[in-house]
């Protein structure tokens, strides 16, 4: 496949190429050099809350599709581990369960809950064992709060991703934050994962699209500010006070009536803060032209539930889905193969594209 360029003056800029949205064969390249590269949302730390606690579960179901395991070990320490035994690829752990060890039920491999092989029946005479690559592979782990990532293969260190965000909300206290799963959702979309995110990347088509949303946003104050390298903000400022953050004087945004913080994190992450609390928003690759995308919601405020640009979210993902569906349909037209940005209001879609032909090109 040919590269993808994008010009890094939006001005001049076409978008990406449409291929991207159309072509199996671009669709396989992001497997390995987008998700793999990049980090991933496992969930929070709850989900391994005593020593000794284990949680299996697969890296983006269907298409990186990599068995996995959290561990939290008797220091108390998190682990993630390839969930895959060493000896002949048996999954070593089905469900979440609490245990001293790990042991595969194949042939009864033992492993410590850090992946450090411990023991394995009739292999005395086997030379050079064992060795470094008999102990389960451990990836890396970023805890920013309670919330958990992964990456396959880090290229990039997780402050490139996630610094500028948790700087301008670190005023919040996120450990009040309580995950509420009857308040989560998910959805298939039959549009690209790319299409998704960035229509989520800028508030041009609320006006248009978002008619609820529009009532409560300030859409002329709407603002999009790009965080170099790999993630980016968009500020929703509120036409009053009503319905928003009581900001600290130590915010940036002290003095402004800030009803959203919707960020960002390459490739395909959403944290949107409200002042209820936060919807993390996972977009997961399904085929080319498919997707789904889970909500995860963390209640901060409960009596600021159903408020202000906070409300109404099941509404809005309906106007969204709808939208990029028919834009996924438009862009297999033989006509069509790049738009052009607005300078004032694509910044952060032309940002994307810069960043997806960046990882493309390597």
């Given at each position: 496949?040919?590269?993808?360029?994008?010009?890094?003056?939006?001005?001049?800029?076409?978008?990406?190429?449409?291929?991207?949205?159309?072509?199996?064969?671009?669709f396989e390249q992001c497997r390995e050099k987008i998700f793999a590269s990049s980090w991933q949302f496992i969930g929070n730390d709850a989900l391994v809350k005593d020593n000794g606690e284990v949680y299996p579960f697969t890296l983006l179901h269907?298409?990186?599709?990599e068995p996995l395991l959290l561990t939290k070990d008797k220091t108390g320490e998190l682990n993630v581990l390839s969930n895959v035994c060493t000896h002949r690829g048996n999954i070593v752990v089905e469900k979440a369960c609490k245990q001293a060890n790990l042991r595969c039920r194949y042939h009864g491999r033992l492993f410590n809950l850090d992946g450090r092989f411990v023991s394995m029946p009739e292999f005395k005479e086997v030379e050079n064992f064992p060795a470094k690559d008999d102990n389960l592979p451990a990836l890396s782990l970023f805890k920013w709060s309670k919330w958990l990532f992964t990456s396959l293969n880090p290229i990039y260190p997780h402050d490139l991703f996630f610094r500028d965000m948790m700087e301008r909300v670190s005023w919040m206290p996120?450990?009040?934050?309580?995950?509420?799963?009857?308040?989560?959702?998910?959805?298939?979309?039959?549009?690209?994962?790319?299409?998704?995110?960035?229509?989520?990347?800028?508030?041009?088509?609320?006006?248009?699209?978002?008619?609820?949303?529009?009532?409560?946003?300030?859409?002329g104050e709407y603002a999009t500010e790009l965080f170099f390298p790999y993630?980016?903000?968009?500020?929703?400022?509120?036409?009053?006070?009503?319905?928003?953050?009581?900001?600290?004087?130590?915010?940036?945004?002290?003095?402004?009536?800030?009803a959203a913080y919707y960020f960002w994190?390459?490739?395909?992450?959403?944290?949107?803060?409200?002042?209820?609390?936060?919807?993390?928003?996972?977009?997961?690759?399904?085929?080319?032209?498919?997707?789904?995308?889970?909500?995860?919601?963390?209640?901060?405020?409960e009596s600021k539930l159903d408020k202000g640009a906070g409300a109404g979210l099941d509404k809005v993902e309906q106007e969204d889905e709808e939208i990029v569906e028919n834009v996924q349909r438009g862009v297999r037209s033989r006509f069509y193969r790049h738009g052009r940005y607005s300078v004032t209001r694509e910044q952060g879609t032309h940002h994307f594209h810069r960043i997806l032909s960046e990882f493309m090109n390597k």
């Open positions: 496949m040919p590269g993808f360029f994008v010009d890094p003056d939006i001005v001049k800029a076409k978008t990406i190429d449409s291929d991207f949205y159309t072509s199996d064969e671009v269907g298409y990186l599709d996120l450990d009040e934050f309580k995950f509420q799963p009857e308040l989560s959702r998910t959805f298939h979309i039959k549009a690209n994962w790319a299409l998704y995110c960035e229509n989520y990347l800028e508030g041009f088509h609320i006006p248009f699209v978002h008619a609820g949303l529009n009532a409560v946003i300030d859409f993630s980016s903000l968009q500020l929703g400022l509120a036409k009053t006070d009503k319905d928003c953050f009581d900001l600290p004087v130590s915010s940036p945004d002290h003095g402004k009536n800030v994190v390459f490739p395909n992450m959403m944290f949107n803060f409200y002042p209820w609390g936060l919807s993390v928003n996972v977009v997961e690759p399904v085929s080319v032209g498919e997707c789904g995308v889970k909500f995860f919601s963390y209640v901060w405020d």
